[in-house]
């Protein structure tokens, strides 16, 4: 098992631990003071979900042995109308294009990177470099055997590797392509979690990734010898109860050359954590923002996280989206229901009265590694993915399908305009009844 590790937090603010989220950021999202307001959290939030068989999900995350299981989206061109930057356009009058991205000046985590000189390729475990000139692969790197994606800066070429061990162990493997003939391996950092998405601005990589804590604690079973479901149910209800903070909160540490590992520190501090208004899964979905110059991370890499799983992500030069949905009722982007939490009907409704609605929280890109919460704001319906969303001159446009009510209820589609005022995301424009019986792919 990993050492215990004390996170680096700061104090609690009274002498009594608060009960629960506090300081209230907007309608949507609350912010943890302390960490004995997180870990009450989600000590009640595991309580209320855990079963004679632990909690759901089987993740894992060892100090010595890892893994996730998740492949990059495909992702398509989008039209953009915005003026590219001026390394962009340079690079369009030296002869080549880059690869696909949704937005200009921020480059998205792909199998495929280019300088116009030289194409960096990626495989099952290595790394391929081919002169554009001669097509001949002029050196190769090996890699963890996972799926891959990379983002490339000036001579800093990042790959971030799902391992395939079975555990949540996303490494994220720094090379120095300043000689891109022979790439040299200059660090090697493991997050704990799967990846949502990876983009890079302005020198800054943000790595968008949700950790799960179903496996952290050592859950019994009723096949274990002198349980039944009773008592495996009360031990592990004594189990959570007995959790500390580090059992809730994501990990990270550097491997050096010779493959050693180094000290498993906490990734993410207690006070940049919130809670959504509605709950949206028992994990915690944060930002690891990374230098590209030198490809290091010499503090907690993470910057701000939001307690949920099953987030889309969006990003333009200047800020960061994450979407999340209400979980508990188990909606499906094609209208099902899968039963994540008790049983629901197809048609459950949320405390308001109608399906849950899909929050958003903006987080701004600021200076270096900064990553702030500014406000957040929700839409009717389900989001497909991160085309979904679209900044322009600060507003946020959101298309989103709103299921019909009931089985055989007619579909249709929202197209949403959100600005941020204080710490919400107002609505300023919407129009619906867009595709009636319809759904966007």
Known sequence: DPPDT?????????????????????????????????????QQAAIERVTPWGLEDRGHFYHDDFMVLAEP???????????APAETMLAADGGYSTTNTQEVGVDEGDIVETDGEYVYVLERSRLRVVEVADAEVVATADLPEGSHQMLLAGDRLLVVTETWEGNQDTVVSSFDVSDPENPQLADTTHLEGTVVATRAANGVARLVLTTSFHQRLDFVE????????DAALAENTRIIEESDIGDWLPRWFDEDAAGEFGEMQIALDCADVAAPADFSGLGITWIASIE????????????????STGSEVYASTDNLYIATRDRSLGFTPWGDVVTLEPAQSANEEDENGGPPPTLIHQFSLGEGTAAAYVASGEVEGYLLSQFAMSEHNGDLRVASTLEGDGFGGRSESIVTVLRPNGTELETISTIGGLGKGERIY
């Open 6 to 42: 004390d996170p680096p937090i700061s104090e609690p603010g009274g002498d009594e631990p608060a009960a629960g989220p506090q300081g209230i950021a907007g309608a949507h999202l609350s912010f943890f003071q302390d960490c004995p307001a997180l870990l009450d959290y989600m």
């Open 73 to 83: 989206d495909a992702e398509e061109e989008s039209a953009v109308e915005l003026e």
């Open 292 to 307: 590209m110059d030198d490809g290091t991370v010499e503090e907690a890499p993470g910057s701000a996280g939001v307690v």
């Open 222 to 229: 009723p096949t274990s010898f002198g349980l039944d479901e």
